[in-house]
């Protein structure tokens, strides 16, 4: 099947008289009768679910349909993007290393990097990836490399797959968050990653009302993750993963009106007033373009921002003029809303680290919904007005 029909119909075996939507398990225990029936369960010999840390019928269904999207042999669903980052980490690099990370790298997982694995002895190290001759010179070093397909919050896109070849040629494992692409726009295992994250809270789920991580890769990496995941407790609850593939099977459709919105929207922005500077992986001016173009061939999804003159100030008077857009921190719901990377998810950077990567004091971070594109340029056209 096509990717499209993949989002419709992965991750469910439909037989006669199967319920066409997934009945909520909502069960944290089942019984057994036989001591071998329960034995064989807990080893995996046998299909079944015992206690809900380790297993359950949703979850299931969630991570088979998102490792099948992505082409991949397993997945584990967590009980956020964080907790499936976490696992991804520790699964690929069990031991201290030194991880090499996009410099571009959402704030939370930079601030994961620095302040709960440097302790641990690992060391983190943050690198512009689109530049090549400074990838090849860091993975040398490297015992694992992480990588956002297009990048928060500018939207920058580097060479996933020329990565890829210098990570494999020296073994390292790679790990690539595609949170802001999704599966339907890009598929990293496919390019030459190790492992792919999402946080479902975003484009996966798609409507703000649940909050997610998936991971997915080999069985054996998988294997590794999802036993760590138990441990530790961080296992996705029933409902959310009953609702968040609720929303993957209209992943397609959302995900081609927020591309096609985004970029109507980016272009709109170029002439509006007090906006220096507009950040999208698919304008024509964009040094991400050529490698945008080449790994995004159906659209870059919903992610754009933009530098706005006045900072601040000018970026407060905005949010209270907007009618339909609102001000709302997470990302990747059908609504159009805007966020501030200061003091949302860069919070965790200085002044200083926010101005070298380019995050100042006007900069807005929009996930752009799926509303009628000359609403939203009209709303946001209004807003700059004066």
């Known amino acids: 099947m096509k990717p499209a029909s993949r989002a419709v119909h992965a991750g469910r ?28 369960v807990v080893r995996g010999e ?79 190290q943050f690198v512009d990836l689109t530049d090549l ?105 029933p409902f959310d993963a009953w609702l968040a593939l609720r929303g993957l099977r209209t992943l397609d459709v959302r995900m081609r009106r927020h591309s096609d919105n985004s970029l109507a929207l980016a272009h709109a922005m170029r002439s509006m007033p007090g906006v220096a500077k507009v950040h999208h992986p698919l304008l024509d001016d964009s040094p991400s373009f050529p490698v945008a173009h080449r790994l995004l061939p159906g659209g870059a999804g ?10 601040r100030e000018a970026v407060q008077r905005m949010i209270k003029r907007f009618g339909l857009v609102t001000f709302a921190a997470s990302l990747g719901g059908v609504e159009t809303t805007v966020s501030y990377p200061e003091i949302t998810s860069h919070r965790s950077f200085s002044a200083e680290e926010r101005a070298e990567l380019g995050v100042g004091a006007g900069t807005v971070r929009v996930s752009v919904g799926i509303e009628d594109p000359a609403d939203i340029v009209a709303d946001f056209a209004q807003a700059l007005a004066r």
């Open 13 to 40: 075996d439909l037989g006669a008289r199967s319920p066409l939507a997934p009945d909520l398990s909502t069960a944290a225990v089942h019984v057994f009768t036989d001591l071998e029936d329960y034995d064989a």
């Open 46 to 124: 046998r299909p079944g679910h015992y206690y809900g840390r380790n297993s359950n019928s949703n979850r299931d269904m969630l991570e088979r349909a998102v490792a099948e999207l992505e082409g991949a042999d397993a997945g584990v669903a967590t009980a956020s993007g964080m907790a499936a980052l976490h696992a991804a980490i520790l699964a690929l690099a069990p031991k201290p290393v030194t991880i090499v990370a996009t410099r571009e790298l959402y704030g939370g997982t930079a601030a994961l990097l620095r302040q709960d694995f440097e302790p641990l002895g690992y060391e983190a």
């Open 133 to 237: 001759d400074a990838v090849r010179r860091a993975v040398q070093g490297a015992g694992l490399v992480i990588a956002e397909t297009i990048t928060n919050p500018l939207c920058s896109v580097c060479d996933l797959e020329a990565i890829a070849a210098m990570t494999r040629e020296r073994g390292v494992p790679f790990l690539v968050d595609n949170t802001f692409a999704t599966p339907l726009l890009c598929r990293p295992l496919e390019l030459g990653a190790a492992v792919v994250m999402h946080s479902a809270t975003k484009y996966l789920g798609g409507h703000s009302d649940l909050v997610a991580g998936v991971i997915v890769g080999d069985a054996a990496t998988m294997g590794r993750a999802r036993a760590r995941s138990s441990r530790t407790g961080t296992p996705l609850g």
């Open 302 to 311: 919903g992610m754009m921002a933009f530098d706005l003159e006045g900072g």
